[in-house]
C-alpha cells in the first residue's frame, strides 16, 4: 500500500511540473507577440510594402479599399491632403486602407496607393480605440 501511495505522489509532480513548464511558455509566447505589437511605427510602416507589413506583423485588424475620390470624413483626411486637389478628383487612384492593433489603447492605419499591382505606402494615423469620426 506504501508504493502505492508512492507512485501516485510521484505522478502527481510529474503532472505539476508540466503545467508550470506549459505556463511558462504561454507567457513567454504572450510577451513575444506584446513586443511584436509595440514595435509598430509609423516609420517602420512606411518602409515596407503591403505585404512586407503582413508579414512582419500580422494580419490587420481591417481592411478597405477605395478610390481616393471616395475617401471622406475626418478619419480619411490624412490620406486625402497627401495630394493635391488636381489628383484627388479623378477616380483613379486606388487607396487599400489596413489597420492594425499598436497596443491595447491605440490602432495605426496605414494607407497605400495601388500602382501597377503594387501597394506603396502613401500616409499613416495612429489614433486611440474607441475615437469616433
Known amino acids: ?48 510594402s503591403k ?29 486625402t491632403n497627401t495630394y493635391i486637389s488636381d489628383q484627388r478628383a479623378p477616380e483613379t487612384i486606388f487607396i487599400e486602407e489596413l489597420t492594425w492593433e499598436k497596443d491595447q489603447d491605440t490602432w495605426i492605419t496605414v494607407w497605400y496607393e495601388v500602382q501597377d499591382k503594387k501597394s506603396i505606402p502613401k500616409e499613416t494615423y495612429i489614433w486611440d480605440k474607441g475615437t469616433e469620426f
Do not use: H, W
Not at 504561454?26 to 513575444?32: D, G, R, T, W
Not at 506583423?57 to 490624412?78: C, D, I, M, V, W
Open 51 to 79: 505585404t512586407a507589413a503582413i508579414q512582419q506583423y500580422g494580419a490587420p485588424a481591417s481592411k478597405e479599399q477605395f478610390t481616393l475620390g471616395e475617401a471622406y470624413g475626418e478619419f480619411r483626411n490624412n490620406i
Open 1 to 48: 500500500m506504501k508504493y502505492f501511495y508512492l507512485i501516485i505522489l510521484i505522478i502527481m509532480s510529474a503532472c505539476a511540473q508540466n503545467t508550470k513548464e506549459v505556463k511558462v511558455n504561454k507567457v513567454s509566447v504572450v510577451k513575444e507577440t506584446e513586443i511584436v505589437k509595440d514595435s509598430i511605427s509609423s516609420q517602420k510602416l512606411m518602409k515596407l
